[in-house]
C-alpha cells in the first residue's frame, strides 16, 4: 500500500528518518562517499525539511519512500528510500509510478550518485533521460537526469506550431 505522510513528526516520521539513515547507508558504502546529506541530517533538521513523501508499506512495515517538491510543475525528486531488507521488490518503481501517476507534474528532476548504478538503472528504464554528471565534492559525481510529462511535451509541440 502507498499512502501521503503529512506530519513528520508522527510515528511513521520517526520510521522514516530512522528507514532513511539504513537506505544511504548502503548507498554511502556503494559510492565511497560517507557524508551524504540525508546521513548527516538531523531529525530536527528532517521533520522541516518541506518536503511531501510517498510511503510503501509492505504488511505493517514501512518498506520505502519517495519524497519530492514541486512549483510551477517542475517536481524534484528529493530522496529515493528503500529499506535493505526490500531491495530488488519492486519498492522503488511502484513508488516512482506512483508519484507519476498522482502528482501533476510538467517535468521531474532527480539527482543520484554516479557510482549508485541501480537508482541510475530505475530512472533509465522509467524513461529518464541523463542529463550530465557534476563533480559536487573531492571524489563525489552525481548524475543528473529529466522527465518530460508527455502531455506537456505533446502540447508544447501543438503550441508552437
Not at 524513461?127 to 559525481?141: I, N
Request: aromatic letters at 10%; proline letters at 3%.
Amino acid at each position: 500500500m502507498i499512502m501521503r505522510i503529512r506530519d513528520l513528526e508522527s510515528d511513521y516520521g520517526q520510521q522514516l528518518f530512522k528507514l532513511q539513515k539504513e537506505a544511504y547507508k548502503v548507498e554511502a558504502e556503494m559510492i565511497g562517499f560517507a557524508d551524504i546529506p540525508p546521513l548527516l541530517e538531523t531529525y530536527e533538521q528532517f521533520i522541516h525539511c518541506h518536503e511531501t513523501f510517498l510511503c510503501y508499506l509492505k504488511g505493517d512495515a514501512l518498506a520505502g519512500a519517495i519524497s519530492y517538491t514541486k512549483e510551477n510543475g517542475q517536481m524534484l525528486i528529493c530522496r529515493m528510500i528503500v529499506h535493505p531488507d526490500y531491495f530488488r521488490q519492486g519498492i522503488a518503481d511502484a513508488l516512482l509510478h506512483a508519484l507519476q501517476l498522482h502528482v501533476d507534474w510538467e517535468k521531474i528532476s532527480v539527482s543520484t550518485g554516479k557510482m549508485n548504478l541501480p537508482a541510475r538503472n530505475l530512472y533509465e528504464k522509467n524513461g529518464f533521460t541523463h542529463k550530465e554528471d557534476v563533480e559536487v565534492a573531492p571524489r563525489l559525481s552525481i548524475s543528473i537526469y529529466e522527465k518530460q510529462h508527455s502531455f506537456y511535451v505533446c502540447h508544447d509541440k501543438k503550441h508552437n506550431e
